[in-house]
C-alpha cells in the first residue's frame, strides 16, 4: 500500500508537469527510458514459472526428507532393538558367570570325592597286604593245609568255618576294593563330563561376547549413521529455506520492477494529458501548486485573527480568497481525496492527500462537492464551487496546507507560501 501511495504521488505530479514549460519537461526523458512494463511483465512470468519449477523441486525435496524421516525412525528403532539384545547378552554372560562358578565348585567337590575313594583303596590294599603277610608268616598256611591238619570232624568243621570266614572276609574286602573302584571311576568320568561342560560354556561365552561386540559395533555404525542422516535433513532444510528465500526475493524485486515501470508510464502518459483550469505557482523548492481559485482579495491571512463570527481570538489555519459565487475551484495538485462532505463549521469541503506529506483543504463550497472519497484528482481539475456553507460570512473559499510530523502532530502551512509567487 506504502509503495502504491509513492508512485500514484509521482504518476500524478506528471499532471502537473503538463501545465509546466518546456523547460521543465526536458528532464523528463532520462526517467521514462527505463524497461516497460510489458517487458518487465515477460520477466515475472519467467520468475513464475521458475517459481512453478522451484515448488515442485521443494515438494520433491519435502517427499525425500519425508523420507529420511522415516530412515532416522527406523535406524532408531533398530538401536533399541540392538540395544535391547545387548542387555539381554550382558544377563546372559551374568548367568554363564554364576554357572562357571558353580562348576568350580562341583569340580571342586568331585576332586574330594575321588581323593576320598584313593584314600580308601589305599587303606584296603593295606590291610589286605597285612594279613596276607600275616599268614605267609604263620609258615605256609594255606586253605587246604587248614582242612586236611583237622584232628577231628568237627576240627574239620571248625577249620572249615574258619576258612569260609576268611573267605569271605576276602569277598568283602575285594567287593569294597571294587565298590571303591567304580566309585572312583564314575567319579573320574562325572569329573570329565563336568569338565566337558564348563569346557563348552567357556566356549558358548567366548561366542556370546564375540557376537555382543559385533552387536556393539554395529549399534555404533547405525549411530553414526542416524547422525548423518538427522545432518543431511537439516542440510535439506535451510537449502529449502533458502531457496524460498531466494525466489520471494526475486519475486519481489520484479513486482517492484514492475510498479516502477508502471509508474514511468503512467507519468509519462500524464504528461501527454491536457490539465485543468487554474493559474501554476511554484513554491521555493520549485514544485508546482495550482492557485485552487480566480481570487479578488485574500480576506482572511493566515495567523492570529479575530474570528469573524465568534468575536474571539483565534489561530487562522488558512487563508480566505474572496470570490465571488459560483467561480470555480481546482485542485492545488494532484492527489487521492481523503474527505469529501458537509460539517457545520467548513460547510462542504474536500481535503485531498498528495502523496508526499503534504494535504490541501477547501472549505465552504456551494453544495456537494464534485469529487467523493477515494477519487483520483489531477493539478487543475474542479473540484467544486465557491460558496458560503458553514460558518462563513461571505462568499470565499477557506484554503489551507497542511503536513504531520512524524508523532502524527498536524503542522499549518501559509497557503500564501505556496500559491502567492
Known amino acids: 500500500m506504502k509503495n502504491k501511495k509513492i508512485w500514484i504521488s509521482l504518476l500524478v505530479f506528471g499532471m502537473i508537469l503538463a501545465m509546466l514549460p518546456g523547460s521543465i519537461f526536458d528532464l523528463q526523458p532520462t526517467t521514462v527510458e527505463a524497461a516497460s512494463s510489458s517487458q518487465i511483465q ?10 512453478n519449477e522451484l515448488e515442485k523441486e521443494l515438494a520433491d525435496l519435502k ?25 539381554v547378552l550382558y544377563a546372559q554372560i551374568d548367568v554363564m558367570n554364576e554357572q562357571m562358578a558353580a562348576y568350580a565348585l562341583l569340580i571342586a567337590d568331585k576332586q574330594l570325592e575321588v581323593d576320598a575313594a584313593q584314600q580308601r583303596l589305599i587303606e584296603l590294599n593295606k590291610k589286605h597286604k597285612e594279613r596276607i603277610r600275616a599268614m605267609e608268616e604263620e609258615g605256609g598256611l594255606s586253605y587246604w593245609s587248614v582242612l586236611f591238619n583237622a584232628n577231628s570232624f568237627s576240627d574239620f568243621l571248625d577249620r572249615l568255618n574258619i576258612i569260609e ?50 552387536k556393539h559395533d554395529e549399534a555404533d555404525a547405525l549411530l553414526q549413521e542416524l547422525m548423518a542422516k538427522g545432518e543431511e535433513y537439516e542440510k535439506l532444510m535451510q537449502e529449502q529455506e533458502d531457496a524460498m528465500a531466494q525466489l520471494e526475493n526475486r519475486i519481489e524485486d520484479a513486482k517492484a ?19 485543468g483550469g487554474g493559474k501554476v505557482s511554484f513554491d521555493k523548492n520549485g514544485t508546482a501548486w495550482v492557485v485552487p481559485c480566480s481570487y479578488r482579495r485574500v ?50 469541503y474536500v481535503t485531498i492527500d498528495h502523496l508526499d506529506g503534504y494535504y490541501s483543504s477547501y472549505m465552504h463550497m456551494c453544495k456537494r462537492p464534485d ?51
Open 42 to 51: 515477460n520477466q515475472i512470468n519467467q520468475l513464475e514459472k521458475e517459481q
Open 165 to 214: 570266614e576268611i573267605a569271605s572276609a576276602d569277598r568283602r574286602r575285594l567287593e569294597e576294593m571294587s565298590k571303591a573302584n567304580a566309585e572312583l571311576e564314575a567319579a573320574q568320568k562325572e569329573l570329565l563330563a563336568e569338565k566337558q561342560e564348563l569346557e563348552s560354556s567357556k566356549t558358548a561365552l567366548a561366542a556370546k561376547q564375540t557376537e555382543m561386540e559385533a
Open 257 to 275: 520492477d514492475l510498479d516502477e515501470a508502471k509508474r514511468l508510464e503512467y507519468l509519462q502518459y500524464m504528461s501527454t494529458m491536457p490539465t
Open 63 to 87: 517427499k525425500q526428507q519425508s523420507g529420511n524421516l522415516s530412515d532416522i525412525k527406523q535406524i532408531a528403532n533398530q538401536k533399541s532393538v540392538i540395544e535391547q539384545q545387548v542387555g
Open 371 to 421: 469529487v467523493k472519497v477515494g477519487d483520483i484528482v489531477s493539478a487543475g481539475q474542479v473540484i467544486g464551487c465557491i460558496g458560503t456553507t458553514g460558518t462563513s460570512t461571505g462568499n470565499h473559499l477557506h484554503f489551507e496546507i497542511f503536513t504531520f510530523k512524524a508523532n502524527g502532530e498536524k503542522v499549518y502551512l501559509n497557503p500564501m507560501d505556496y500559491i502567492g509567487n
Open 299 to 348: 480576506s482572511s491571512s493566515f495567523g492570529d485573527r479575530i474570528h469573524p463570527v465568534h468575536g474571539v481570538p483565534r489561530f487562522h489555519t488558512g487563508v480566505d480568497l474572496a470570490t465571488p459565487c459560483p467561480n470555480k475551484i481546482y485542485a492545488s495538485r494532484a492527489g487521492v481525496v481523503t474527505i469529501s462532505k458537509y460539517s457545520s463549521s467548513a460547510g462542504y
